[in-house]
């Protein structure tokens, strides 16, 4: 079988962070030490070999690269310092940009001029369209749902949600024929039938990231799935505060009335005290996110572990977005308690900019992204295995 190579690939995925790709010699030390490599999905040193050799389309088509949680000892371990586990991560930046069809993401990765202009941009543009929306909120004391109308805030950020699942809807179709796709070979006919029933293989490694937890440094793997398991939460509360709303008002007045305080007016009185075991586990996840955007940001700044010697501009953007969202809710929740309207409004329009700022740049371009197609890599494996077993059993049959 002919395979097309492209001599320019090293230099390409140079632009995405891989510079140090060509000082591999092929030692397989790294292959040898990951605990994540295995006899059918082995990396990383096979594509720090595909880089060398041009061998693009092997790399567009491969789902190894997903399956790396750069643990850090295949770079710890280098005798050549090639930093394998930065190639790899270059290789999921590469990939994304791929996945992505607005092409968007070749530019967020590659420039840092445009990634800043882009999450400038958005940012200001929320908070002009906040100034623009804004009602007559008082200003003796707090009127949040005054200020910014609660329908505006609700079916807005359900409208901006589901165009931002659909985008990486989307983006995952496009994931799906590039790691099933190009391999002729190797054909499988997959049913839609296998591809419901192994949905739970995704939803299980979304929510517990169990294959991170095979890393020899599992406090990596702790503050991973303290960040997916907060950000859960938030997702969670949100969606339960409506619900609730709508049903304990709709027990008294009936459902009309019931959505219109849970998407209009709100409920006139405080739906979860202070110290109601749900609202602890927001102060907890709050609490969870803040601590490990200090803690990575003081290991990008010491540079001690291999994943925070090349930080990416992204990486950085990412910490930022992510600490300004938390830091800027948190101020809102503090000067409403202590009924300080004009700092409330200010630090809730702070809050929105940098929640539409993180899931537009975080969701389809940068770590998200990520965190979305690990788990969907691992899910097409598990998919591709059991059309296989069907496809076998069913040659046996005849």
């Given at each position: 079988?002919?395979?097309?190579?492209?001599?320019?690939?090293?230099?390409?995925?140079?632009?995405?962070?891989?510079?140090t790709?060509?000082?591999?010699?092929?030692?397989?030390?790294?292959?040898?030490?990951?605990p994540?490599?295995?006899?059918?999905?082995?990396?990383?040193r096979?594509?720090?070999?595909?880089?060398?050799?041009?061998?693009?389309?092997?790399?567009?088509?491969?789902?190894?690269?997903?399956?790396?949680?750069?643990?850090?000892?295949?770079?710890?371990?280098?005798?050549?310092?090639?930093?394998?586990?930065?190639?790899?991560?270059?290789?999921?930046?590469?990939l994304?940009?791929?996945?992505?069809?607005?092409?968007?993401?070749?530019?967020?990765?590659?420039?840092?001029?445009?990634?800043?202009?882009?999450?400038?941009?958005?940012?200001?543009?929320?908070?002009?369209?906040?100034?623009?929306?804004?009602?007559?909120?008082?200003?003796?004391?707090?009127?949040?749902?005054?200020?910014?109308?609660?329908?505006?805030?609700?079916?807005?950020?359900?409208?901006?949600?589901?165009?931002?699942?659909?985008?990486?809807?989307?983006?995952?179709?496009?994931?799906?024929?590039?790691?099933?796709?190009?391999?002729?070979?190797?054909?499988?006919?997959?049913?839609?039938?296998?591809?419901?029933?192994?949905?739970?293989t995704?939803?299980?490694?979304f929510?517990?990231?169990?294959?991170?937890?095979?890393?020899t440094?599992?406090?990596?793997?702790?503050?991973?799935?303290?960040?997916?398991?907060?950000?859960?939460?938030?997702?969670?509360?949100?969606?339960?505060?409506?619900?609730?709303?709508?049903?304990?008002?709709s027990?008294?007045?009936?459902?009309?009335?019931?959505?219109?305080?849970?998407?209009?007016?709100?409920?006139?009185?405080?739906?979860?005290?202070?110290?109601?075991?749900?609202?602890?586990?927001?102060?907890?996840?709050?609490?969870?996110?803040?601590?490990?955007?200090?803690?990575?940001?003081?290991?990008?700044?010491?540079?001690?572990?291999?994943?925070h010697?090349?930080?990416?501009?992204?990486?950085w953007?990412?910490?930022?977005?992510?600490?300004?969202?938390?830091?800027?809710?948190?101020?809102?929740?503090?000067?409403?308690?202590?009924?300080?309207?004009?700092?409330?409004?200010?630090?809730?329009?702070?809050?929105?900019?940098?929640?539409?700022?993180?899931?537009?740049?975080?969701?389809?371009?940068?770590?998200?992204?990520?965190?979305?197609?690990?788990?969907?890599a691992?899910?097409?494996?598990?998919?591709?295995?059991?059309?296989?077993?069907?496809?076998?059993?069913?040659?046996?049959?005849?």
């Amino acid at each position: 079988m002919t395979i097309r190579v492209n001599p320019n690939l090293a230099r390409t995925l140079q632009k995405f962070g891989a510079k140090t790709a060509t000082h591999c010699f092929h030692c397989g030390n790294c292959t040898v030490v990951c605990p994540l490599s295995t006899d059918d999905n082995q990396f990383p040193r096979r594509f720090m070999r595909y880089t060398q050799l041009g061998m693009e389309e092997k790399l567009k088509h491969s789902v190894e690269p997903w399956l790396c949680y750069f643990c850090g000892d295949c770079s710890r371990l280098c005798p050549r310092q090639a930093n394998p586990g930065e190639v790899m991560m270059s290789m999921r930046r590469y990939l994304t940009s791929l996945y992505d069809w607005t092409g968007l993401s070749l530019k967020v990765y590659t420039s840092k001029s445009f990634e800043y202009m882009v999450a400038a941009g958005l940012f200001l543009a929320t908070l002009i369209l906040v100034l623009l929306l804004q009602g007559n909120a008082p200003l003796d004391h707090t009127e949040l749902q005054k200020f910014i109308p609660r329908s505006y805030i609700i079916v807005g950020g359900m409208l901006f949600g589901a165009g931002l699942a659909g985008l990486v809807l989307f983006n995952i179709c496009r994931m799906q024929k590039f790691i099933t796709g190009g391999q002729p070979n190797q054909y499988v006919k997959i049913p839609v039938s296998v591809y419901i029933k192994e949905l739970g293989t995704f939803l299980y490694h979304f929510v517990s990231q169990n294959k991170f937890s095979q890393c020899t440094n599992r406090g990596r793997y702790i503050k991973h799935f303290l960040l997916v398991f907060s950000f859960l939460v938030f997702a969670f509360y949100a969606g339960l505060f409506v619900i609730i709303e709508v049903v304990q008002e709709s027990l008294h007045g009936g459902l009309i009335n019931g959505l219109k305080v849970a998407f209009v007016t709100g409920a006139p009185h405080a739906l979860f005290p202070a110290f109601h075991p749900i609202r602890l586990l927001e102060y907890a996840a709050t609490a969870a996110v803040l601590y490990v955007v200090i803690e990575s940001f003081i290991g990008r700044i010491a540079k001690r572990e291999p994943l925070h010697q090349d930080s990416h501009s992204t990486d950085w953007t990412f910490l930022f977005l992510v600490g300004g969202t938390i830091f800027t809710g948190l101020l809102t929740h503090i000067f409403r308690n202590l009924d300080y309207a004009l700092a409330t409004y200010y630090s809730f329009a702070l809050h929105l900019a940098f929640i539409v700022t993180l899931f537009v740049v975080g969701a389809l371009f940068a770590k998200w992204a990520h965190a979305v197609y690990r788990p969907f890599a691992l899910y097409f494996i598990k998919v591709r295995e059991t059309a296989l077993k069907l496809q076998r059993d069913e040659y046996a049959s005849f």
